[in-house]
């Protein structure tokens, strides 16, 4: 069967610091891979996509970045925090051919 | 472009109380339609799908009736406990733009003894 593991599972960093967030599934290959936000008020935030390795989609402006140096990895990183980077972020992935997509434990990351 | 509108909460219920938490949509193609749970801290988890008009998804007593007249994906359950207390996400995947998923903004669940 199919897992998708984030760590950490929690991050305090002071702002202007860098950060690192790792993604990993396993159980499959070639799948499309995603990082999310959610911010305080529950609602998500697509942040970036990926179709393939070295493919990534962004949906948001910002601070962040995101790369695919596997086939099965995903990070999400900036080189300076904000205090409104702040928030849960959640990796998901889904399988070619089908539509719904599978979450990870999520990264509570507070800037401080 | 699409998106997924469901209701404002938050609700609360009594326990064996009767839920509906009511979603629509809007989509260009032929959507595939799903509601997630997030229990507090955790990811969110696929509750049930459904990928045509008028299937109906259903897993752990829950419910939902793909309706394309009404553009609608209402979830039910007849029986609430404690342990649905949670937040509810209807989302929707549509073929005209890959696997990109539209979310709603979610419905916070609380169920009370």
């Known amino acids: 069967s199919q897992t998708i593991h984030q760590w950490p599972a929690t991050l305090v960093q002071p702002v202007g610091s860098p950060l690192s967030l790792e993604c990993t599934v396993e159980?499959?290959?070639?799948?499309?891979l995603y990082w999310y936000r959610q911010a305080a008020g529950r609602g998500l935030q697509l942040l970036f996509y990926?179709?393939?390795?070295?493919?990534i989609s962004s949906e948001v402006p910002q601070n962040l970045s995101a790369s695919r140096p596997q086939d099965r990895q995903f990070i999400l990183s900036s080189k300076k925090l904000l205090l409104s980077d702040s928030g849960f972020y959640l990796c998901?992935?889904?399988?070619?051919?089908?539509?719904?997509?599978?979450f990870g434990p999520g990264t509570r990351l507070t800037v401080t | 472009g699409d998106s997924v509108t469901q209701m404002e909460g938050p609700v609360t219920l009594s326990e064996e109380a009767f839920l509906t938490i009511n979603c629509t949509y809007t989509a260009t193609g032929y959507p595939s339609l799903f509601w997630y749970v997030q229990y507090p801290g955790e990811g969110l988890q696929l509750l049930l799908k459904a990928t045509k008009a008028d299937d109906k998804g259903s897993n752990k007593g829950f419910e939902a009736t793909y309706r394309k007249e009404t553009t609608s994906f209402h979830l039910e359950k007849g029986s609430v406990q404690v342990s649905d207390s949670a937040v509810y996400f209807c989302a929707l995947s549509d073929t005209n733009t890959g696997n990109q998923f539209y979310f709603g903004t979610g419905t916070s669940l609380t169920v009370i003894p």
């Open positions: 998901a992935w889904s399988a070619r051919g089908l539509y719904e997509q599978y």
């Open positions: 159980g499959t290959s070639n799948p499309n």
């Open positions: 990926s179709v393939g390795i070295g493919q």
